[in-house]
């Protein structure tokens, strides 16, 4: 299977969790990677999430929502139990994840890190996240992912 080599999909198949891996060639010159994946998939943004890196009260934290949205940062801090949000350093978020920014998945990163999940993913039977790099997106359960990455499930899209 393609991109099996990422340590997102590499959980997935160890925890035997169903899932399905797209592909599509990545455009370097993308200014949105959700969007892209979304647009190359055939897929609606709604169902597409994308993975952003934030610090909450100076801790690493990752926010999963969609990408016809935003992440609501001052949401984000309170699902996490914290005062104030802001998105973190490129160059902190890869070293933390282990993944280049772009391709960053909810699931198997580097270093443990929170995960909050938008609740708009649970109308859906499966939604689509980065598998672990660019041009990788893994179809998966909702409720797979949230156990998974041990997430918490709040409003966070703006």
């Known amino acids: ?11 997935l198949v160890k925890k035997k969790v169903a899932h399905q891996v797209h592909e599509y060639d990545h455009d370097p010159r993308s200014a949105s990677f959700g969007q892209e994946a979304s647009e190359l998939l055939g897929l609606p943004a709604e169902r597409v ?5 934030a610090e909450v009260d100076g801790n690493l934290t990752i926010g999963v929502v969609p990408v016809a949205g ?31 920014a772009g391709g960053i998945s909810p699931l198997g990163h580097r270093k443990r890190l929170p995960v909050v999940v938008d609740s708009s993913a649970q109308q859906f039977d499966t939604i689509f996240c980065s598998g672990g790099r660019r041009g990788l997106e893994i179809e998966v359960a909702p409720a797979d992912l ?4 041990d997430a918490t499930v709040a409003a966070i899209s703006a």
């Open 70 to 100: 935003s992440l609501d940062l001052k949401a984000l801090a309170a699902a996490s139990g914290g005062k104030k949000a802001k998105m973190a350093d490129i160059a902190a978020a890869e070293r933390a994840t282990g993944y280049v």
């Open 1 to 11: 299977m393609a991109g099996k080599g990422t340590p997102a999909i590499a959980l």
């Open 146 to 149: 949230v156990a998974l990455a």
């Open 49 to 53: 999430f994308k993975t952003l890196v």
